[in-house]
Structures are given as structure tokens and as C-alpha cells.
């Protein structure tokens, strides 16, 4: 048997062994990291000076629950509004009561006064009255007299004269108060009107009437009494 390549059926030829590698490191080594466009890797967060963040479960959470009521108003504020809707209600009430007295007690008690003052003096003798007119500022009395066909008594101005002076009249002449009933009211003529104070009120008493009324006709006297101004 021969040991050439071809002696053998199937025979199959082998490589050649590679030479053993060289000693040292398989690889070259890395060269050192160069400045580039891309940013240098964040150091770790042990590197800095700060400690490092607290994990998550480390913050505060609320408890679970209803939320918490709203604060209530302080005590102290609460007081100050009811003392000043006091202060308020009183104020009301006093400016109320101002205006009630100006605007119903001291008109009331004017109209009293004067109705006082005609009860007190009543009628002049023989004298009828139609009654008390009363105002807030004023009352006003009318006395008449009338003369039977125009024929009146004598002594007709000495009973207005006598009625005058016991009112308060004491400046009202019996010549004067003679003269204005028997002419009564005449344009031009004499003024028949008398003024006096009686009790704090000014009072005004005014005659008119007719001189001369027709034959057979009544003649009226009229003596207008009016009282006002009270302080």
C-alpha cells in the first residue's frame, strides 16, 4: 500500500495548522475619549455634594378621608357685626323717634294747645260759633252775630270789647271796636283787626260785616279769631 495522496479511496486532504497566535492582548488597546459633539455622560448622583433625592414614598401624602371642613370665622369678628347691627338698630330707632316727635308729637301737641286756648276764652257774649277749624300750623274760630232786620243792640261793640280784653286784647279801644261794629268792613276804612300773645301763640281777631243791608234784610257781624305761632 502506498501513502501518496491518491493510494486511498476517500481520502480527503486537511488544512494546514495556523501558527500559534502571538502573545500579548487580543484586542489594540481603546484610545483615549476625544472632545465631540455629543455632551459628556451625567456623573452619578453619589458624585456632587448634594445628597441624593429621597425616593417617592419618602414625601408626605393627606390621608384618605372626607376633605377637612373650612375654617370657621373668628369669634371676635362675629362679635364686632352684632354690636354693629346694634349700634344700627339704635340709630334707627332713635332717628325714628326724632322725626316721629317733630313730625306727629309736637303738631299734635300744638293743635292741643290751641284748642285750650279758644275753650278757655269761649264765645263773646250773644255770639254763635260755626266751629273749630284746626291746621298744623294754625286754628281758626268763626263768631257771628246777626242783627234782626238790621236793627242791632246798642251795647253790640261793648260786648266784641269786653270779649277782646278778657282774651288778651289790651291795646283794644271800646272807641275803636265800636266804630268797626257799627260801620263793619269798609274799603279803604279802618283796619278792624287786633293782635296780642296769649299763652306762647300769636292771636289775631278780625270784625267785618255790612253797614247797611237792604230793608227788612238781617244783617251779619262776623268776628274771625285765629291762633298760631305757638313757641
Known sequence: MSDSPSGAAGWQPQPPTPPPAPSGPPFPPTPPAQ?????APRPSAAAGPYPPAPPASAYPHPPAGPAPAP???SIGLRVFFVLLAGLVAMGLCAGGG?????????PRQDTAERRAIFTDWGSPRSFTSDGLVEGDDSSLRVYRFTCPQGRCPV??????HEWLVAAGAQDAKIEDVTRCVARGFQYGGPTCTWTWRAKGCRA????????????GWDRP???NVRVQECD
Open 35 to 39: 472632545a465631540g459633539p455629543w455632551p
Open 71 to 73: 375654617p370657621r370665622r
Open 98 to 106: 326724632i322725626a316721629g316727635y317733630v313730625g306727629w308729637w309736637v
Open 155 to 160: 251795647d253790640l261793640g261793648e260786648r266784641v
Open 204 to 215: 289775631t281777631a278780625t270784625t267785618t260785616g255790612l253797614e247797611q243791608v237792604p230793608t
Open 221 to 223: 257781624l262776623v268776628l
